[in-house]
């Protein structure tokens, strides 16, 4: 791909993203147009006067509750695809994920532990969940990849897939008891194991957004191991990657994405499986270009999901992992078959 057609592609993604963000801002149970939207969120940014015709109840809807959870969703599904696409690279397959590894179910894991048991941390603040639910993702993911080693010492990435997999039901299921025996919390459980971005502020999108950039930029100095690595682990070592240790270091990065992102919005299947997979069929495969694209993307899509999700059957809201599905499916079955055409 030449370098013009591939600026048009990145600069088209980028506007794709910023409509998305405005309308999932704008539309809503109240209505706001586009340019009060923009003016407000002008106002808010540079400090100039709201227009006279902009009732000031909108500002505060617009500020306090669409623009945090606009964003929330914006960078959860821009987290959860970069943590998708490294997945998919170190181990060679289209239909692995953090989803398909056990990485969410462990983070949500974590984190329901923490919401039942109501434990609060003076030091940990506001981190405490996502420390937790990258802490339970990680640990899930070196559990996968001990007793895979054990079975595989070359610790094949089928192996580490099937095992992930099998941990994923298993961590799922005890997800499922503790909702069953919570009580009080079952309810609540529920509806977070179906994703939402309902009553998210800006200290969320704070955290989540910090905790997306650090870990997005490490992963970035793995680009050229992650071109490598789609190879294949011979190749990979022919060249001199140490792919062991690469694939730690990375599934700790996808695992830290993931952790976060789970525990502020619940579990969301299908972006990490299926943006990094179009964004390689639209970008190619080289991952300076395919993660921040991931994230972009994937961050659009999860916009129009969650906008999807609470306006359809308005006032009523649609979990936005069921969202997810029902949207994502049917459109990566589409492109998969069209390029085998």
């Not at 309308?23 to 209505?31: N, R």
């Amino acid at each position: 791909m030449n370098n013009k057609k591939l600026s048009v592609r990145i600069i088209a993604s980028c506007i794709v993203a910023v409509v998305a963000i405005v309308l999932s801002i704008g539309v809503g149970s109240v209505y706001v147009p586009v340019m009060d939207t923009l003016s407000i969120i002008w106002h808010k940014i540079v400090g100039t006067p709201v227009p006279d015709n902009i009732d000031p109840s909108l500002v505060s809807i617009l500020w306090e509750i669409r623009m945090p959870r606009a964003l929330t969703a914006f960078i959860v599904g821009a987290a959860l695809s970069v943590s998708g696409a490294i997945m998919q690279a170190i181990l060679q397959n289209p239909l692995a994920s953090s989803y398909t590894m056990g990485v969410s179910a462990g983070a949500s894991l974590g984190a329901a532990i923490v919401i039942i048991t109501g434990v609060t941390s003076s030091v940990l603040g506001f981190f405490l969940l996502p420390v937790t639910g990258f802490a339970s993702g990680l640990l899930t993911v070196f559990l996968v990849i001990a007793f895979a080693s054990r079975l595989d010492k070359n610790m094949h990435n089928h192996t580490i897939i099937l095992f992930g997999m099998v941990f994923s039901l298993f961590v799922n299921a005890i997800l499922t008891f503790l909702s069953s025996m919570a009580g009080e919390h079952m309810q609540r459980l529920i509806l977070w194991q179906m994703g939402s971005f309902s009553g998210r502020r800006w200290i969320h999108v704070g955290i989540l957004l910090g905790c997306t950039v650090i870990g997005s930029f490490a992963v970035m100095f793995y680009h050229r191991e992650l071109d490598i690595m789609t190879f294949g682990e011979e190749q990979a070592l022919s060249i001199g990657v140490d792919t062991r240790k690469v694939k730690i270091i990375l599934l700790a990065l996808a695992s830290f994405l993931t952790g976060a992102a789970v525990c502020f919005s619940g579990i969301i299947g299908f972006v990490d499986l299926a943006v990094p997979h179009m964004v390689r069929r639209v970008f190619g495969s080289r991952h300076k270009i395919v993660l921040p694209m991931s994230m972009v993307l994937g961050g659009a899509f999860m916009a129009i999901a969650d906008l999807a999700a609470r306006t359809l059957l308005s006032p009523r809201e649609i979990p936005v992992g069921a969202v997810t599905a029902l949207v994502g499916a049917p459109f990566f079955m589409w492109v998969y078959f069209r390029d085998r055409r």
